[in-house]
């Protein structure tokens, strides 16, 4: 069995000696990177089809699967919000539709999207495909956990979507769930469905952690020589923050999800309050709704972060490449980074102000809300300026950059609004809250997965997009995205509440029949224009342009593998030696706009680079 | 999985030490195996849970309209017709103690390629772990039999129950997670699979007696875990 690992092939270190030659003045150790302090990884090598493609240890494979069972999830998610639109814009058009399911694909819509399609898609298609190439490695530090991790989420996804198939369906609670109501009888799926929703969060967490470890070990324990934490791609260090936030957020909704099991299955307390039901008291009594909420927003509103922090990382990494500048202020982009992930704790209870909190509370969440605005417009204003002047190519990727910042920009500002306690009072539950949301977590990191799916695709597959399709796919979204939560804004200041069913005879059916439907032709619309994306992979892996290496003449290290697309362990016999941070592009008096992480300083000695 | 090698590279001590390897390449815990940082990340994540499921107790018990069972008198052990309190816990908690200390002892021989030593020390653990559980079951069932119940109990508020049965049941349930691993290294120790690196049955990793630190830490930290619950459960 020894030719299934490659064993301890130690790391060549590279002599100063034996790089490049360099101009006049070059001292011998200008090229010094420390020697290797950790031996080569040992690998598992698959086989089979079995151990190569289906309980694969290889992260890149693993990256995949996450990638395209998220999209499967994204899909069912999208085609609920679909049914939804249908509904709200054209009431009674589908026969089928009642009240009961309406509550349930607004909750699993809102569980699928966040949960199990955009945390999965960043840190479990992302996280696993560019970290270890980002930072060198040859794998996940932990193959074999990597691999229990993706089977682990595949099967709470299926529990999920057999919530739909058993009797009384999905839980219809809203995606909070917020108890009593959740699990008594009259909500949609308070027997089955609630259980299995519990039960797949459970298992999604236990699932996130085994990976969630992985990521964290292999930034802080294996990167390659001369890879500094400082000289790391803001596409890793987006992630890995957003991972370290998950580590210390899914707990909370772990409690909460068994909790809330106990209470449903064995009749404890512990959400319950005493219940007047038809006039007799329910068994249930004495305990905590707020509980709950408390335990739920713990984790919910650093899962926001979870989201953005990746989106973050990625965007400021197309940015760079594609207007072929430094990322404006890497260490403050850094910093802002860590400093959300850090507030990101302290800001829950907004999402509680209506729930009856104590007004100093509601003081201080408003206050740490609003101070979270600071590190993150320091981000859009690192993005903006480091397009000023660029030389800035105009393709898919830089289109979905630019819609990016808008978006972000637009569902940020009304964050500011919704922070504030005496704004929010008003417009609580509202339609405001709604477009808000899908601005600010839905939309924006939306447009970053497509830039980064048309930014990696040349990697992952050996062919470019086609960019035809791509700008087609691009303005439906952006344009259809905008019609969707534009006029959804306007619903809320006039106080249309969210997740009602039907808005019968009170004077908000009158007055907003004409904007629901466009809103709902918009919708769909721009669910269609997703499938331009799946028409555009399935024609690229056919038929598109082969890519070659390094395509976009980037510098960071996942574009500079001795093979394309990149084989398992990365990087051959030789691990790369990093000797610069990835933004060096148009670097005065250098020969090509672009010199690549593992350039050594004694090549471009003659330039105006400066010691990262 | 890598063995550390620090040749060349001065480690310094205290604060500078600590800024110079976070500023450096490859590894920010310099010498540190994998599994033993993830073991340590591992462990933070599941002080969150714990914390999660003591301060849910905390509300939960601050919030219930009708009054607390008292422990010294619910967790009572008639000793010769006289009733001690919390004798039972206090017995369980020593036994748990030490099998911390055990388990570090089998740290300090595993380290020194002592085979026999070591297995024997990973055994008695997983013993000491094992007794734990054992008089757990034993407290649970003489709290059923006395008609507590996750739902209600004759002793004051229904939380009681609820509180206590999920808590000392999560606890409980990582101990005997332990134990099996503690049983499954033991044999794996006398079986020499350490000292061969023989691989794992799983993983395919080579063996490497630091596996003894890094389960090592798992137990000392169920045992942490404990005298937090002790100290907020019963003593409260």
């Given at each position: 069995?020894?030719?299934?690992?490659?064993?301890?092939?130690?790391?060549?270190?590279?002599?100063?000696?034996?790089?490049?030659?360099?101009?006049?003045?070059?001292?011998?150790?200008?090229?010094?990177?420390?020697?290797?302090?950790i031996a080569d990884q040992d690998l598992y090598h698959g086989h089979s089809f079995i151990t190569k493609w289906i309980f694969c240890q290889d992260a890149k494979v693993i990256g995949v699967q996450y990638f395209l069972l998220a999209t499967f999830t994204g899909v069912i998610g999208l085609i609920l919000s679909w049914l939804m639109r249908l509904q709200l814009g054209f009431p009674g058009?589908?026969?089928?539709?009642?009240?009961?399911?309406?509550?349930?694909?607004?909750?699993?819509?809102?569980?699928?999207?966040?949960?199990?399609?955009?945390?999965?898609?960043?840190?479990?298609?992302?996280?696993?495909?560019?970290?270890?190439?980002?930072?060198?490695?040859?794998?996940?530090?932990?193959?074999?956990?990597?691999?229990?991790?993706?089977?682990?989420?595949?099967?709470?996804?299926?529990?999920?979507?057999?919530?739909?198939?058993?009797?009384?369906?999905?839980?219809?609670?809203?995606?909070?769930?917020?108890?009593?109501?959740?699990?008594?009888?009259?909500?949609?799926?308070?027997?089955?469905?609630?259980?299995?929703?519990?039960?797949?969060?459970?298992?999604?967490?236990?699932?996130?952690?085994?990976?969630?470890?992985?990521?964290?070990?292999?930034?802080?324990?294996?990167?390659?020589?001369?890879?500094?934490?400082?000289?790391?791609?803001?596409?890793?260090?987006?992630?890995?923050?957003?991972?370290?936030?998950?580590?210390?957020?899914?707990?909370?909704?772990?409690?909460?999800?068994?909790?809330?099991?106990?209470?449903?299955?064995?009749?404890?307390?512990?959400?319950?309050?005493?219940?007047?039901?038809?006039?007799?008291?329910?068994?249930?009594?004495?305990?905590?709704?707020?509980?709950?909420?408390?335990?739920?927003?713990?984790?919910?509103?650093?899962?926001?972060?979870?989201?953005?922090?990746?989106?973050?990382?990625?965007?400021?990494?197309?940015?760079?490449?594609?207007?072929?500048?430094?990322?404006?202020?890497?260490?403050?982009?850094?910093?802002?980074?860590?400093?959300?992930?850090?507030?990101?704790?302290?800001?829950?209870?907004?999402?509680?102000?209506?729930?009856?909190?104590?007004?100093?509370?509601?003081?201080?969440?408003?206050?740490?809300?609003?101070?979270?605005?600071?590190?993150?417009?320091?981000?859009?204003?690192?993005?903006?300026?480091?397009?000023?002047?660029?030389?800035?190519?105009?393709?898919?990727?830089?289109?979905?950059?630019?819609?990016?910042?808008?978006?972000?920009?637009?569902?940020?500002?009304?964050?500011?609004?919704?922070?504030?306690?005496?704004?929010?009072?008003?417009?609580?539950?509202?339609?405001?809250?709604?477009?808000?949301?899908?601005?600010?977590?839905?939309?924006?990191?939306?447009?970053?997965?497509?830039?980064a799916i048309y930014h990696w695709f040349p990697l992952v597959a050996g062919r470019f997009l086609s960019e035809k399709l791509g700008k087609w796919h691009f303005w439906l979204t952006f344009l259809g995205a905008y019609s969707i939560y534009f006029p959804m804004h306007y619903l809320g200041f006039i106080g249309v509440p969210r997740r009602y069913f039907e808005m019968y005879d009170s004077?908000?059916?009158?007055?907003?029949?004409?904007?629901?439907?466009?809103?709902?032709?918009?919708?769909?619309?721009?669910?269609?224009?997703?499938?331009?994306?799946?028409?555009?992979?399935?024609?690229?892996?056919?038929?598109?342009?082969?890519?070659?290496?390094?395509?976009?003449?980037?510098?960071?290290?996942?574009?500079?593998?001795?093979?394309?697309?990149?084989?398992?362990?990365?990087?051959?016999?030789?691990?790369?030696?990093?000797?610069?941070?990835?933004?060096?592009?148009?670097?005065?008096?250098?020969?090509?706009?672009?010199?690549?992480?593992?350039?050594?300083?004694?090549?471009?000695?003659?330039?105006?680079?400066?010691?990262? | 999985?890598?063995?550390?090698?620090?040749?060349?590279?001065?480690?310094?001590?205290?604060?500078?030490?600590?800024?110079?390897?976070?500023?450096?390449?490859?590894?920010?815990?310099?010498?540190?195996?994998?599994?033993?940082?993830?073991?340590?990340?591992?462990?933070?994540?599941?002080?969150?849970?714990?914390?999660?499921?003591?301060?849910?107790?905390?509300?939960?018990?601050?919030?219930?309209?009708?009054?607390?069972?008292?422990?010294?008198?619910?967790?009572?052990?008639?000793?010769?017709?006289?009733?001690?309190?919390?004798?039972?816990?206090?017995?369980?908690?020593?036994?748990?103690?030490?099998?911390?200390?055990?388990?570090?002892?089998?740290?300090?021989?595993?380290?020194?390629?002592?085979?026999?030593?070591?297995?024997?020390?990973?055994?008695?653990?997983?013993?000491?772990?094992?007794?734990?559980?054992?008089?757990?079951?034993?407290?649970?069932?003489?709290l059923i039999h006395e008609g507590v119940r996750p739902w209600e109990n004759p002793f004051g508020a229904p939380q009681f129950g609820s509180f206590f049965f999920m808590i000392t049941g999560f606890h409980g349930t990582h101990v005997s997670i332990g134990v099996i691993f503690l049983f499954i290294y033991a044999y794996k120790v006398f079986a020499g699979h350490y000292d061969q690196q023989?691989?794992?049955?799983?993983?395919?990793?080579?063996?490497?007696?630091?596996?003894?630190?890094?389960?090592?830490?798992?137990?000392?930290?169920?045992?942490?875990?404990?005298?937090?619950?002790?100290?907020?459960?019963?003593?409260?």
């Amino acid at each position: 069995m020894s030719e299934d690992y490659n064993d301890n092939k130690t790391i060549q270190a590279q002599s100063s000696e034996t790089m490049g030659g360099g101009g006049a003045g070059v001292t011998p150790d200008m090229d010094y990177v420390r020697p290797a302090e950790i031996a080569d990884q040992d690998l598992y090598h698959g086989h089979s089809f079995i151990t190569k493609w289906i309980f694969c240890q290889d992260a890149k494979v693993i990256g995949v699967q996450y990638f395209l069972l998220a999209t499967f999830t994204g899909v069912i998610g999208l085609i609920l919000s679909w049914l939804m639109r249908l509904q709200l814009g054209f009431p009674g058009a589908a026969g089928f539709m009642t009240a009961e399911h309406y509550y349930q694909f607004v909750t699993m819509h809102g569980m699928i999207m966040v949960v199990y399609f955009l945390t999965a898609l960043f840190l479990g298609g992302f996280g696993n495909y560019l970290i270890p190439l980002m930072v060198g490695a040859r794998d996940m530090v932990f193959p074999y956990l990597n691999m229990v991790s993706f089977w682990s989420f595949f099967v709470a996804v299926a529990v999920l979507m057999a919530s739909f198939f058993v009797p009384g369906g999905p839980t219809g609670a809203g995606w909070t769930l917020y108890p009593p109501q959740t699990i008594l009888e009259g909500t949609p799926g308070s027997g089955a469905g609630i259980l299995l929703m519990c039960l797949s969060l459970i298992l999604f967490v236990a699932g996130f952690t085994m990976g969630g470890l992985n990521y964290l070990i292999t930034v802080l324990q294996a990167r390659t020589r001369g890879m500094t934490l400082m000289r790391m791609p803001l596409t890793v260090w987006g992630i890995f923050t957003a991972t370290v936030l998950a580590m210390l957020a899914f707990p909370a909704l772990l409690v909460g999800a068994l909790m809330m099991s106990l209470d449903k299955v064995l009749g404890t307390s512990f959400f319950m309050p005493t219940i007047l039901k038809a006039g007799e008291v329910l068994e249930y009594g004495g305990g905590s709704p707020i509980l709950f909420q408390h335990l739920f927003w713990f984790f919910g509103h650093p899962e926001v972060y979870i989201v953005a922090l990746p989106a973050f990382g990625i965007i400021s990494d197309l940015i760079s490449v594609h207007a072929r500048k430094n990322i404006f202020g890497y260490r403050m982009m850094v910093w802002a980074i860590v400093g959300i992930g850090a507030l990101s704790f302290f800001v829950w209870a907004h999402h509680m102000y209506v729930s009856g909190m104590n007004p100093w509370f509601g003081f201080f969440f408003a206050t740490t809300t609003l101070i979270i605005a600071v590190p993150t417009a320091m981000k859009v204003y690192n993005w903006i300026l480091t397009l000023w002047r660029g030389n800035i190519r105009m393709n898919t990727v830089m289109l979905w950059c630019l819609g990016f910042i808008v978006t972000f920009v637009n569902g940020g500002i009304t964050g500011i609004f919704l922070g504030n306690v005496s704004v929010d009072v008003p417009l609580s539950d509202t339609y405001f809250v709604v477009a808000h949301f899908h601005m600010v977590m839905g939309i924006a990191p939306l447009m970053v997965i497509m830039g980064a799916i048309y930014h990696w695709f040349p990697l992952v597959a050996g062919r470019f997009l086609s960019e035809k399709l791509g700008k087609w796919h691009f303005w439906l979204t952006f344009l259809g995205a905008y019609s969707i939560y534009f006029p959804m804004h306007y619903l809320g200041f006039i106080g249309v509440p969210r997740r009602y069913f039907e808005m019968y005879d009170s004077p908000y059916m009158t007055s907003t029949v004409g904007m629901n439907e466009f809103i709902s032709l918009a919708a769909f619309l721009v669910g269609a224009a997703q499938f331009i994306l799946i028409f555009n992979i399935i024609k690229t892996l056919k038929t598109g342009k082969p890519a070659g290496k390094n395509p976009w003449k980037a510098n960071s290290l996942e574009w500079l593998t001795p093979t394309v697309p990149p084989e398992h362990g990365n990087w051959g016999d030789r691990l790369p030696v990093v000797h610069r941070w990835p933004y060096d592009f148009s670097v005065p008096g250098a020969k090509d706009d672009y010199i690549t992480q593992t350039t050594p300083p004694s090549e471009v000695s003659n330039t105006g680079v400066e010691k990262t | 999985m890598s063995e550390p090698k620090l040749e060349g590279i001065e480690l310094k001590p205290g604060f500078k030490g600590m800024a110079e390897d976070t500023g450096s390449d490859q590894t920010m815990f310099k010498g540190v195996h994998w599994g033993k940082a993830m073991m340590w990340i591992f462990l933070l994540s599941d002080t969150f849970i714990f914390s999660c499921f003591l301060i849910a107790y905390m509300k939960g018990r601050g919030s219930t309209p009708v009054e607390w069972p008292n422990p010294s008198e619910v967790f009572a052990l008639d000793a010769f017709g006289v009733p001690v309190p919390l004798l039972l816990i206090a017995i369980m908690t020593f036994v748990l103690i030490t099998s911390s200390g055990t388990m570090a002892l089998a740290v300090k021989y595993g380290y020194e390629k002592n085979r026999k030593m070591c297995g024997w020390l990973v055994l008695a653990t997983a013993i000491g772990g094992l007794t734990f559980v054992g008089m757990q079951a034993f407290e649970w069932s003489k709290l059923i039999h006395e008609g507590v119940r996750p739902w209600e109990n004759p002793f004051g508020a229904p939380q009681f129950g609820s509180f206590f049965f999920m808590i000392t049941g999560f606890h409980g349930t990582h101990v005997s997670i332990g134990v099996i691993f503690l049983f499954i290294y033991a044999y794996k120790v006398f079986a020499g699979h350490y000292d061969q690196q023989k691989r794992g049955w799983f993983t395919s990793m080579k063996g490497n007696y630091v596996e003894i630190e890094i389960l090592g830490l798992y137990w000392h930290f169920v045992d942490l875990v404990w005298v937090f619950i002790f100290a907020f459960f019963y003593l409260w």
